[in-house]
């Protein structure tokens, strides 16, 4: 256990659903982030808050909303997405994230696109 | 951003040790070195972190010559649970970090 819980595990939606993934960190973190990662692909980091504020944005598209309501708490909205968003989505936090600070990733949510 | 680049995979046998080696030639002087372990279906999670000479803790080491272009982790004695993808990262920022495609380590029985 790594501190860092994500709900659902597993997730199958059609394209025109809309789900939430969820991620909790019990670790006092500053700092947390969304992670994509495709079948043999490195992880593409998605978006970043620190101390609740969006700090960086990697051009994903708008089908994909995050929201960050406190320190401890991260959700990734997804609506109409397509198959190739289909995916491991991780999170992690970390203590801050100005400077070089361990990341505790999540187990995941693996996502189908159907 | 620096750029790093590690070979695509390594075969070793249980109780060998293996070093791993990362070539980050465009390394700025405020980045740091960091390692992490990856298996199926999990993220991945924190070896160790160095920015120059040599650092060791209870599960790896980490080499890295005076230049700082390369950097070497060094697996001591490993076990089969020791098979995962191994992420080598230089930045001076977590927010900035780039997992690459990292090393895929299987070791044999």
């Known amino acids: 256990e790594t501190g860092v819980t994500q709900t659902p595990r597993h997730l199958v939606m059609g394209m025109t659903n809309k789900k939430s993934l969820k991620c909790e960190q019990h670790l006092g973190h500053n700092a947390m982030y969304w992670y994509k990662q495709s079948a043999k692909k490195p992880l593409e980091l998605m978006f970043v808050?620190?101390?609740?504020?969006?700090?960086e944005n990697n051009s994903v598209p708008s089908r994909f909303s995050p929201e960050c309501p406190n320190s401890s708490h991260l959700f990734l909205h997804l609506h109409t997405l397509q198959p190739e968003d289909s995916a491991l989505y991780l999170c992690?936090?970390?203590?801050?994230?100005?400077?070089?600070?361990?990341?505790?990733f999540g187990p995941g949510t693996r996502l189908l696109v159907l | 951003l620096a750029k790093t680049t590690q070979p695509i995979s390594m075969d070793s046998y249980e109780g060998q040790e293996v070093n791993i080696t990362c070539s980050h030639n465009n390394i700025a002087t405020n980045d740091y070195i960091t390692w992490y372990q990856q298996f199926p279906s999990q993220g991945p999670r924190f070896i160790i972190q160095?920015?120059?000479t040599k650092v060791t803790n209870e599960v790896a080491s980490l080499f890295i010559p005076a230049d700082r272009k390369s950097s070497t982790l060094s697996l001591p004695r490993v076990s089969l649970s020791d098979t995962a993808v191994y992420y080598c990262?230089?930045?001076?920022?977590?927010?900035?970090?780039?997992f690459g495609t990292g090393t895929r380590l299987q070791v044999f029985p």
């Open positions: 160095g920015y120059k």
């Open positions: 992690a936090s970390s203590q801050g994230s100005a400077g070089q600070e361990t990341q505790y």
């Open positions: 990262l230089v930045g001076a920022s977590t927010d900035k970090l780039i």
């Open positions: 808050y620190s101390l609740e504020e969006r700090v």
